[in-house]
């Protein structure tokens, strides 16, 4: 998960300058910006979808942990 944040990081930080209404790059590192767009939500659905198998299999630690604060 660590990396899947760092990539999903970067590519944020890259869309933010080729997004910059014309001024921005236009290409960085051989890819345009629909290709950034497109490699930024890949990552960001595979994200989504390690954090959701993470939690499914620790899900007796959230509940113990929920459990145990409220009292």
């Known amino acids: 998960m660590l990396i899947e944040f ?6 944020s930080i890259i869309l933010f300058f080729l997004a910059r ?3 921005g790059l236009n290409y960085f590192l051989g890819l345009s910006r629909s290709h950034w767009i ?3 939500e890949i990552i960001g659905i595979i994200f989504i979808i390690t954090v959701t198998v993470h939690i499914i299999l620790h899900w007796k ?3 113990f942990k929920i459990k145990r604060s409220k009292k």
Do not use: C
């Open 38 to 40: 497109s490699v930024h």
């Open 6 to 11: 760092i990539i999903l990081s970067f590519t």
């Open 61 to 63: 630690y959230f509940y």
């Open 21 to 23: 209404g014309g001024r």
